[in-house]
């Protein structure tokens, strides 16, 4: 399966902690994106990482991508109770134009 | 800047009946897709437009759904018979050409089925 599996299911911390969320997945990908989703709402595109990069930075947010163990991860550094949503991986594959959608972390920051 | 947009925010039908879902994509993508989420779980795809036609769908993605490009800015699922199992977040998406996979989500719909 494409799916991408992320760890932890659930990460709680508090407000200026960095938190750090992982995806792995088993096929081959074009791009690995990551997405925030606020309780019962929409989603929100954080950041999109190529399979020819390891790393990039956006604001607050850290992404690297292992292309050899099929792994992300997503930190959010000096983290805010604003940050608190579920994260999600989405894996891009090319031949299709679909996003195949992580499990999610549901991470919640404590003030 | 530019979003995509959904209407209505919450449907409730009854089981049987037709629900018609709408979607505004960003007016120079090309590509549209529609995903669900059913509570508490993850993120599935259902289909992708691109051309006037659906270009991949997934299992979901029965006889009872359908989707329509009608007039040019207008994107639409119909799911024709209700299940209870319908019930669900829909979330439409677009994409522009030639881009690497980025897709703009709508805030969705949240259909209740009784």
């Known amino acids: 399966s494409q799916q991408g599996e992320e760890d932890p299911q659930a990460l709680s911390i508090q407000e200026g902690e960095n938190a750090t969320m992982n995806c792995s997945y088993k096929?081959?990908?074009?791009?690995l994106q990551w997405y925030r989703q606020n309780s019962g709402r929409g989603l929100v595109h954080l950041i999109l990482i190529r399979s020819n990069e390891r790393e990039k930075h956006s604001g607050r947010l850290r992404v690297t991508l292992d292309t050899s163990k099929k792994s992300s991860s997503l930190l959010i550094t000096a983290s805010r109770a604003a940050d608190t949503a579920s994260y999600f991986c989405a894996l891009y594959g090319g031949a299709t134009n679909k996003l195949i959608f992580g499990t999610g972390t549901l991470l919640a920051v404590q003030p | 800047e530019p979003e995509v947009t959904q209407t209505p925010s919450h449907q409730v039908t009854q089981m049987g009946q037709e629900v018609i879902l709408r979607c505004v994509p960003i007016?120079?993508?090309?590509?549209f897709y529609w995903y669900r989420q059913i509570l508490g779980q993850k993120v599935e795809f259902l289909v992708s437009f691109y051309n006037n036609e659906i270009s991949e769908k997934s299992e979901i993605f029965d006889d009872q759904f359908s989707v329509e490009r009608p007039d040019g800015s207008n994107f639409t699922l119909k799911i024709r018979s209700t299940k209870l199992e319908d019930s669900a977040m829909y979330f439409c998406a677009s994409k522009a050409g030639g881009s690497w996979g980025e897709q703009f989500f709508g805030p969705g719909t949240r259909l209740t089925v009784l």
């Open positions: 096929t081959s990908i074009n791009n």
């Open positions: 007016s120079n993508h090309l590509y």
